[in-house]
Antibody, heavy 118, light 107 residues
Framework: QVRLQQSGTELVKPGSSLKLSCKASGYTFTDYAMHWVKQRPGQGLEWIGFILPWNGVTGYNQKFKDKATLTVDTSSNTAYMELSRLTSDDSVVYYC???????????WGQGASVTVSS | DIVLTQSPATLSVTPGESVSLSCRASQGISTSIHWYQQKSNESPRLLIKFASQSISGIPSRFSGSGSGTDFTLSINRVESEDFSVYFCQQSYNLPRTFGGGTKLELK
């Protein structure tokens, strides 16, 4: 079955960087785009961007263009999101989600909780 | 950016009732709207794609309708497992955007 396994809970210091991972299984990794979504506890969803694993093309929400960098490793079927210059505002849950074509996110990872604290 | 406004923010119902959740887009988006359910401490789950297309494995009591700017998710005879938060999302333009959600709670 389709599975997106995300890296776990992270505790990091303000000003540092962090690279989250999302390992895909159960489908052909290069057939689907991968999206990243941000969610504050008990609040709504915010789209960060997507990457096309077959050619590395990315698309970002302008709001996150200087915060997030999306990459993939097709040899390990893993997508990554690097977050830079972390602040308390980045202390949220991040999801990866795959889509085909138009951006219908039909499978989601379990989420990665990030806490930024000194 | 396309703004999606969901209403109501909270809907209190008893099991067996049928409900309609609304999602309104700030501009016309054809049928490029998708609905997700998110239970507490879980990831979102796709319920309906492209306004009205059903998803394999999703109970038939969930249905969607609408086009342009006004969309509706309907749940026919709510069951206890349906109490959760529902989000709409558009794929008409970048950036992809989500509605603020409707929480379906037990009355």
């Amino acid at each position: 079955q389709v599975r997106l396994q995300q890296s776990g809970t992270e505790l990091v210091k303000p000003g540092s960087s962090l690279k989250l991972s999302c390992k895909a299984s159960g489908y052909t990794f290069t057939d689907y785009a991968m999206h990243w979504v941000k969610q504050r506890p008990g609040q709504g969803l915010e789209w960060i961007g997507f990457i096309l694993p077959w050619n590395g093309v990315t698309g970002y929400n302008q709001k996150f263009k200087d915060k997030a960098t999306l990459t993939v490793d097709t040899s390990s079927n893993t997508a990554y999101m690097e977050l830079s210059r972390l602040t308390s505002d980045d202390s949220v849950v991040y999801y990866c989600a795959r889509s085909v074509g138009q951006g219908v996110m039909d499978a989601w990872g379990q989420g990665a909780s990030v806490t930024v604290s000194s | 950016d396309i703004v999606l406004t969901q209403s109501p923010a909270t809907l209190s119902v008893t099991p067996g009732e049928s409900v309609s959740l609304s999602c309104r887009a700030s501009q016309g988006i054809s049928t490029s709207i998708h609905w997700y359910q998110q239970k507490s401490n879980e990831s979102p789950r796709l319920l309906i794609k492209f306004a009205s297309q059903s998803i394999s494995g999703i109970p038939s009591r969930f249905s969607g309708s609408g086009s342009g700017t006004d969309f509706t998710l309907s749940i026919n005879r709510v069951e206890s497992e349906d109490f959760s938060v529902y989000f709409c999302q558009q794929s008409y333009n970048l950036p992809r955007t989500f509605g603020g959600g409707t929480k379906l709670e037990l009355k």
